[in-house]
């Protein structure tokens, strides 16, 4: 069972599971289109309790401004490895297919939305002029 899914039935719109066989497509092809945070965390990890349901509240706020991708590392080891995740909750975020920033532990409300508003900025700062 996905952790998320049974603490947070109720999963905002722009909020999803991802492994390792959607990766590609889910988060670093959909990045292209728009932001995508990839929250890295595990069911044993307290501090990923906690983070989880701010990155939910944060991704309603935004409503489609970014998505939120969740990765549940037990079972998707490569994609912590390939990030070189040292710990867990890691939140990475992708943006036109490439990993442009990461934060690690539990931050508060305030640091999240000034994390969210940065790269959604740069998001639209590297479109094409005519797609902007």
């Known amino acids: 069972m996905h952790l998320h899914h049974a ?29 995508v945070l990839v929250d890295i965390g595990a069911e044993w990890c307290s501090p990923c309790l906690v983070l989880a349901p701010l ?3 944060l991704v309603r706020e935004y409503g489609g401004r970014f998505e ?19 710990g867990f909750p890691t939140v990475i975020a992708y943006s036109h297919g490439e990993e442009v920033d990461r934060f690690h532990s539990t931050k508060p409300m ?4 000034e994390f969210a508003d940065k790269v959604i900025a740069g998001h639209g700062a590297g479109l094409a002029p005519e797609q902007a």
């Open 68 to 86: 939120l991708a969740r990765v549940d590392a037990d079972e998707n080891m490569r994609i912590a490895g390939r990030h070189q995740v040292r």
């Open 7 to 35: 603490l947070h039935p109720d999963q905002p719109a722009h909020a999803y599971d991802v492994e390792e066989a959607n990766f590609d497509e889910r988060v670093v092809a959909r990045s292209h289109d728009v932001p």
């Open 55 to 57: 990155l939910e509240k």
């Open 110 to 113: 305030h640091f999240l939305r």
